[in-house]
């Protein structure tokens, strides 16, 4: 199956439920999502359409881990909430995603959820992508424009085949790219000001 390809059920691809057959693409809702089997795949819905989620490259796990780190330091240094890696269920509103997997996820202290808690329903406070040559096209045409559409005030888009780190977020009411880093640059957030990543670092 191509990367994210959009799923056409009802198809082989998922078990038939007696009475509860799966929705057409663009109805499925988070309750739909719920019954999803435990295939070993993880599955988003955004803006009612189900997607496949491919394995992830060592580059991606690479960066990811390498982001991790410093903004997980940060956070927690300052008291300001929780960062968690995907997969975790993150709620958009209006229908926008139910739900979609950020690669890394801030959440603010005053949203944190409860331990036992299997979604966020709040907004998150900044969330991060990190491309590969499969998940790229669907990450900046498809994720990219819901956290926007949903006001999400802060997303970092990185490219470990380029080098780079984009940070988009809300300016003079518009979500446009705020910064870009590459090589030896560094990229800061306006979620949490003082924090600030060597872009070397992260691709190391």
Known sequence: ???HEVLDYPTACLPYEAGHGWPAQGEWTYEDYRRLPDDGRYYQVIRGVLYAEPRRTVGHQEALSHLAYPLSKFVDEHELGIVLISPFDVILPEGIATPIHPD???IREEN???????NLQEFPGL????LDAITADFDERVKLPAYRDAGVPEVWVVDPEKCTVAVYGWK?????QVERGSDRD???SMVLPGLRVQVTEIFR
């Open 112 to 118: 944190r959820p409860h331990p036992g808690a299997e």
């Open 104 to 106: 890394l996820l801030f």
């Open 127 to 130: 969330v991060v992508e990190i």
């Open 1 to 3: 199956m191509p990367a």
């Open 186 to 188: 560094e990229v800061g």
């Open 172 to 176: 003079e009411g518009r979500f446009t």
